[in-house]
């Protein structure tokens, strides 16, 4: 089992930065892909961005593409959400998550293990 934990968030302006973090437990983190997800009031949860297990491969969400670059680095068992020019409409709680299955997913469904979220705010 893996256990996930965000932190970085916070309130922002617009057009500032974050970078968020998402540290897990446990020693078979490179067997994982991971997900950011997001989720703002009254809305469903949304894909953000992924990456495979060696981070060779990533996907993002055409609405962050440009903006937003995720990593990881599977020496500290660690993924990142490195947000640029952040808009309003970014605000939402911000979700990692980890998928042990085959292949890289957009489907939140398909992802095993979820962390707690981290609130990002950006105010206009």
């Known amino acids: 089992q893996v256990q996930l934990v965000e932190s970085g968030g916070g309130l922002v302006q617009a057009g500032g930065s974050l970078r968020l973090s998402c540290a897990a437990s446990g020693r078979t983190f490179n067997s994982y892909d991971m997900g950011w997800f997001r989720q703002a009031p009254g809305k469903e949860r949304e894909f953000v961005a992924a990456?495979?297990?060696?981070?060779?491969?990533?996907y993002y969400a055409d609405s962050v593409k440009g903006r937003f670059t995720i990593s990881r680095d599977n020496a500290k068992n660690t993924v990142y959400l490195q947000m640029n020019n952040l808009k309003p409409e970014d605000t939402a709680v911000y979700y990692c998550a980890a998928d042990r299955g085959l292949g890289v997913t957009r489907t939140p469904q398909l992802y095993d293990y979820w962390g707690q979220g981290t609130q990002v705010t950006v105010s206009s």
């Open positions: 990456i495979s297990r060696s981070g060779g491969r990533t």
